[in-house]
């Protein structure tokens, strides 16, 4: 609450130094010239460009105080810690992606990113195995023991294609193509959540 009412009462604060400014530009450059053509002119000039060093200073530490304080105060009052980049001004929403993904984004990262070139959807074996059937299923790995292809079995898959290999495929084929960490975890769970999908 304090927090809010601060950030509040700089905004207020911020609005009205620059708000002050922009009058003061205005009315030297529109309103005066009418009624004084010579405006400043040599008396005038002197306090004239105080007045225009005193605001532009005023508007610069309004800006560095006000503006920059909250931010700094909503970064360290955030719990998203990871989110805080540079002056914290921009919370990115990491919070919304939870582990489960968008299925229709993960069909489109399955063609863009080029898994249609080794895993089909329709049940035949290519340079990959087929993702169809794939969720859920017992998958024998190269060194004899099987697995259950669960979310967390998918997604590590994905990140790392050579941690666990397929039964009767080579390792370094995919992880050739789709290198270790390349895929970022959100593509990643909407690439599990579209292989959900293909039953
Ligand atoms: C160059 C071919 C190639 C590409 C491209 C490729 N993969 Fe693979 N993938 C393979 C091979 C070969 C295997 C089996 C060996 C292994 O487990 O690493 C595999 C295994 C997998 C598995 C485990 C499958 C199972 O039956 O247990 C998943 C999941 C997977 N890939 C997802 C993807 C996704 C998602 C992409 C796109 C981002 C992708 N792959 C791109 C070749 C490829």
Same mark, same amino acid.
């Given at each position: 609450m304090l927090i809010a009412a601060l950030q509040t009462s700089h905004a207020i604060a911020l609005g009205l130094i620059a708000g002050a400014f922009i009058v003061f530009a205005l009315v030297v450059a529109l309103v005066i010239p009418r009624y004084?053509?010579? @405006?400043? #002119?040599e008396n005038g000039l002197k306090p004239f460009l105080a007045c225009c060093v005193v605001l532009f200073v005023a508007t610069l530490v309004a800006v560095e105080l006000f503006a920059g304080e909250p931010a700094e105060s909503e970064a360290s009052g955030s *719990?998203? *810690?990871? /989110?805080? *980049? #540079?002056? +914290?001004a921009t919370t990115a929403? *990491?919070?919304?992606?939870? /582990?489960g993904g968008i299925p229709t984004k993960g069909k489109e990262l399955y063609t863009s990113l080029g898994c249609v070139g080794c895993h089909s959807l329709d049940g035949t074996s290519g340079t990959g195995p087929t @993702?169809? +059937?794939? /969720? +859920?299923s017992q998958v024998k790995l190269s060194d004899g023991k099987t697995v259950t292809a669960d979310d967390a079995y998918l997604a590590k898959s994905i990140a790392d294609p050579d941690a666990q290999v397929v039964a009767g495929f080579q390792p370094g084929i995919m992880s050739a193509v789709?290198?270790? +960490?390349?895929?970022?975890e959100a593509e990643i769970a909407d690439l599990v959540a579209f292989i959900d999908t293909q039953k």
């Open positions: 004084r053509p010579d @405006f400043p #002119g *719990t998203e *810690t990871t /989110a805080t *980049t #540079g002056t +914290g929403p *990491t919070t919304t992606q939870p /582990a @993702f169809k +059937g794939l /969720a +859920g789709i290198k270790q +960490g390349a895929v970022s």
